[in-house]
């Protein structure tokens, strides 16, 4: 999520995947392997349908969590298409719910320097975490390292918010060069990490 003028230049066509399920986290298992599938049906790598997998397993836990109350009856849906990033091909990945109580600004990524992992093990910390009214915390980071461009906003019918994922296909490489890539094209685009 960030404040730039840059924008997706949209999909290419029409969705290659549309799958909704209620929101109970059983369903969390067919939307990992359909995003999976998808994934590489529109040419991601191994590790890029890998890194799509948790950044969408993981914004649909939260929609789950925060977003619906652990509500088991609120649909989500998933929606995938080739798309391009400033002249750059790839995936794009909708996530929409109908949480009308959140406001897409008040959705922050905590620092993964904020806390340490030792401090997220302490019953305290989570307490406190679990207290808080901000929602967001590390799964926006996980999500927003794992993809190449993030976008919140509320759906165009303003009834729920939409996530917008961006990862570009890149020719096979190792993890380092795979990451070193996508922090290359995070910061040409003034993305967060």
Not at 48 to 70: F, K, L, Q
Not at 103 to 120: F, G, H, K, V, W
């Amino acid at each position: 999520m960030t404040d730039d003028v840059h924008q997706f230049d949209g999909p290419c066509g029409d969705a290659h995947m549309d799958l909704t399920i209620l929101s109970q986290p059983r369903y969390l298992c067919v939307v990992r392997a359909a995003v999976e599938a998808a994934a590489r049906q529109l040419g991601l790598a191994r590790e890029e349908a890998d890194a799509v997998v948790i950044a969408v397993d993981e914004a649909v836990s939260n929609v789950i969590r925060h977003g619906y109350t652990m509500a088991q009856d609120r649909p989500i849906r998933v929606l995938m298409s080739p798309g391009c990033l400033n002249g750059h091909t790839g995936v794009q990945i909708d996530v929409e719910d109908a949480c009308a109580q959140v406001r897409p600004e008040d959705i922050r990524s905590r620092s993964p320097l904020a806390q340490t992992l030792d401090d997220i093990d302490n019953a305290a910390a989570r307490r406190r975490a679990a207290a808080a009214s901000t929602p967001g915390g590390l799964g926006l980071h996980l999500i927003q390292r794992a993809m190449d461009r993030v976008e919140i906003a509320r759906r165009d019918d303003d009834r729920g918010i939409r996530l917008r994922m961006f990862k570009v296909a890149r020719p096979p490489s190792t993890g380092a060069d795979h990451w070193a890539a996508s922090d290359a094209i995070r910061d040409r685009e003034g993305a967060e990490p």
